[in-house]
Nanobody, 125 residues
Framework: QEQLVQSGGGSAQAGGSLQLSCKFT????????VCWFREISGRAREGVAS????????YYADTVKGRFTISHDRPKDTVYLQMNTLKPEDTALYYC??????????????????WGRGTQVTVSS
C-alpha cells in the first residue's frame, strides 16, 4: 500500500512563504493525481490544489490562485506545494492525497484513496 510522507509547513508571518512536500515511497513515478487539502477547525475540508503527474496539468482553488504553486519532482517522485504571500486565513492542517485512477487534476477527496498524515501551517498577522 502506498505511503505518502508529508514534510514542511510550520509557522510564518503574513506575507511570508512555506513549502509542503509529499513523497511517494512504494510506487515511484506511477502516474497519479495528487491533491492538497486543508482543514480548518469547524469548517468543511477545502481542496487547495492538484496536479496530474502524467502531463503536469494543475488546478488551484480561487482562494490560493496566484499565491500557491503545486509541482512534481519526477526523479524524487515528490509533490510540492509552494505557498507564497501567506495570509492568516491560510492557517490550517494540510493533507496531501493521491488518486491513481483519474487522468486529470481534481480536488474530490472521495476519489483519493491514499492520504498523508497532515502537517500544520500557522500564519500570524
Amino acid at each position: 500500500q502506498e505511503q505518502l510522507v508529508q514534510s514542511g509547513g510550520g509557522s510564518a508571518q503574513a506575507g511570508g512563504s512555506l513549502q509542503l512536500s509529499c513523497k511517494f515511497t512504494l510506487t515511484p513515478n506511477t502516474v497519479k493525481t495528487v491533491c492538497w487539502f486543508r482543514e480548518i477547525s469547524g469548517r468543511a475540508r477545502e481542496g487547495v490544489a492538484s496536479i496530474y503527474t502524467g502531463n503536469g496539468a494543475t488546478y488551484y482553488a480561487d482562494t490560493v490562485k496566484g499565491r500557491f504553486t503545486i509541482s512534481h519532482d519526477r526523479p524524487k517522485d515528490t509533490v510540492y506545494l509552494q505557498m507564497n504571500t501567506l495570509k492568516p486565513e491560510d492557517t490550517a492542517l494540510y493533507y496531501c492525497a493521491a488518486d491513481f485512477s483519474s487522468p486529470r487534476p481534481h480536488v474530490r477527496s472521495e476519489w483519493c484513496a491514499y492520504w498523508g498524515r497532515g502537517t500544520q501551517v500557522t500564519v500570524s498577522s
